[in-house]
């Protein structure tokens, strides 16, 4: 492993993500979705200063557009490290555009639309904040039926703003910090995608959320084919 603190390791995780992609033909600035693994929350902020940094989006002109990405602390990892970070990218980076006017500025994106033909939506990891409070207090904070309701009602915003929509969806991850609430997040969940034709989805239980978050959910979806009326 790089170095044993959160800064040397989390410079070196992107390294090698870096090498990935150079090697896949692609690069950091094609990547429009990252996944955030700690083993610890307090190792949130200055794994995001080293995160912003490398990917040049914290100086006064970005390298790149910010990816989405979703974030949490799990048990272990392989080999003792402290963080793992795994992305997705494209061969070209002006394929991703990212959604303008909602960018959680320097270090991620709540959407980036990437595709020619097939345009997919993905959607960075959404927890109970109110968009329109501005300030890191969780909607319902402890109450997972409430804090459920408001994530998705952030994941439909940001779809409707991205082109895509609720019913458009592929694929949801959920990341809980209690799996004793999978039974109040389904009945919400499905209130929103129904029980007939739910999109794909993944359900499992974090050690811990940002913020003190009961759940978070993130998701890809199609952008919406105003031709067909898909």
Known sequence: LSGSTIEEQSDGAIECLSTVLDSAGSSLSALFRSTVFLTDMTQ??????????????????PKMSPPTRAAFAVK????????????????????????????AAPVYSPAVTTGNKSKLVWESGQVALDPESGTKDLVGAGDVISETKQSLENLKMVLESS??????VLKVNIYCADMSDYGMINEVYTSYFGKDSPPAR?????????LGARVELCCVAVEVDTNSGL
């Open 76 to 103: 272990a990892l392989p080999l003792n490290g402290i963080i793992e970070i795994s992305g997705v990218a494209a061969s070209d980076p002006s394929a991703n555009i990212t959604l303008p006017g909602h960018s």
């Open 163 to 168: 082109g895509a929509s609720m019913e458009t």
């Open 44 to 61: 949130y902020a200055p794994m995001n200063a080293i995160y912003g940094n490398k990917l040049g989006l914290t100086t006064d002109q």
């Open 202 to 210: 993944a359900c499992v239980q974090v050690k811990e959320l940002p």
